[in-house]
């Protein structure tokens, strides 16, 4: 039986549980180091295992990650149980996690590595399916009491000053280098009508969203790259 992908998943009409986990990294003038954690356990009642990796049960919960059409970056609350005062402790010997990374990574449970079911067994397991992950940084502690202790995130833009859009706002044409990083696409040949092709030197991307969208079964997990804002008013 083919294994269905993530994409497929989420299409369903009843789909798997979204497993939401998160790993945090000390920056190295705090002292270097990397934690994970989950919200709970797995089917017996231990630590879940995501692409080979433990994530300790922590009570922790983060939100504010949807993004608006007002211009502005997000900046999302992580809330941590601090139980016994051990949160605080970390926090007054390393200067408030102040620009610590956090990542929030999500999956589906049916793509769990296999050590996480009573059976030991998971036909399913893929570490290769997830949802992009999220990369945030802490910014600033906005509530510290003996139960929980909640952070502000911000983005790497955020933090630099950065103003976004950072490249000329065009609708109707991509602005990647077909085939380059940003454009992510390395599947085979197509024309100029985008149209699959076998002729040698034919290779060609007219830079429309409905080139991508031809091409789409070639990109990494269906997702495609188009360096424009269809959503924009002017081209």
């Known amino acids: 039986m083919t294994k269905k992908t993530i994409r497929q998943q989420i299409q369903l009409l009843s789909p798997e549980s979204i497993f939401e986990l998160f790993v945090i990294d000390l920056p190295k003038k705090t002292g270097s180091g990397r934690f994970y954690f989950h919200a709970g356990t797995n089917e017996i ?4 295992i995501w692409q080979g990796k433990a994530y300790q049960p922590m009570p922790i919960q983060a939100t504010g990650f949807d993004i608006s059409g007002e211009g502005k970056l997000p900046r999302p609350k992580l ?5 016994g005062g051990m949160i605080s402790a970390e926090l007054q010997a ?8 956090v990542t929030r990574k999500r999956t589906m449970q049916c793509f769990l590595d296999a050590e996480n079911f009573e059976s030991g067994v998971n036909d399913e397991a893929d570490p290769n399916q997830h949802f992009p992950d999220d990369v945030w940084f802490i910014d600033q502690k906005t509530i510290e009491t003996p139960e929980m202790v909640e952070f502000e995130l911000a983005s790497v833009y955020d933090l630099m000053g950065v103003q976004l859009p950072n490249r000329q706002v065009m609708r109707n044409s991509c602005q990647w280098d077909y085939r380059s990083p940003e454009c992510g ?16 030197g034919a290779d060609f991307c007219p830079k429309r969203l409905s080139s991508c969208r031809a091409r789409r079964d070639y990109f990494a997990d269906g997702i495609i790259m188009f360096g424009a804002f269809p959503g924009a008013t002017r081209s």
Request: some cysteine; hydrophobic content about 30%.
């Open 185 to 200: 696409y390395t599947g085979p040949a197509f024309d100029k009508n985008d149209k699959p092709t076998a002729l040698s």
């Open 45 to 48: 009642q231990q630590p879940v």
């Open 94 to 101: 390393k200067d408030d996690l102040l620009g610590c990374q």
């Open 79 to 83: 809330k941590v149980a601090n139980f």
